[in-house]
């Protein structure tokens, strides 16, 4: 499996970006997803995950409300839209998969990794 991540940028604090992830592979639609984080000087951070059908979605607390996670099996590319993006939000951002039951939030759970994109909010 390969993942190649996208759609990062530089944008201003309650600013909008859309990150797209797209996966090779036949079976993309049987992984969950998942997309973590990580700051400069920080540990990466679990943010969102969805499970293969999209019906379950996972956050962490940080970003309910202004995040969205979603898919698109047809495609092979799962999203992460974010919105009222805060400096603290600023961060290298990477899209996971995992191959095994349910839908993780640690990173160690996760069995493919893409590249990253790097996200970067101004205030």
């Known amino acids: 499996v390969q993942l190649q991540a996208s759609g990062g940028g530089l944008v201003q604090a309650g600013g909008s970006l859309r990150l797209s992830c797209a996966a090779s592979?036949?079976?993309?639609?049987?992984?969950?997803m998942g997309w973590f984080r990580q700051a400069p000087g920080k540990e990466r951070e679990f943010v969102a995950a969805i499970s293969w059908s999209g019906d379950r979605l996972y956050y962490t607390d940080s970003v309910k409300g202004r995040f969205t996670i979603s898919r698109d099996n047809a495609k092979n590319t799962v999203y992460l839209q974010m919105n009222s993006l805060q400096p603290e939000d600023t961060a290298v951002y990477y899209c996971a998969a995992h191959l095994g039951v349910g839908v993780p939030t640690p990173g160690y759970e996760y069995d493919y990794w893409g590249q990253g994109t790097l996200v970067t909010v101004s205030s």
């Open positions: 592979g036949r079976t993309f639609s049987t992984y969950a």
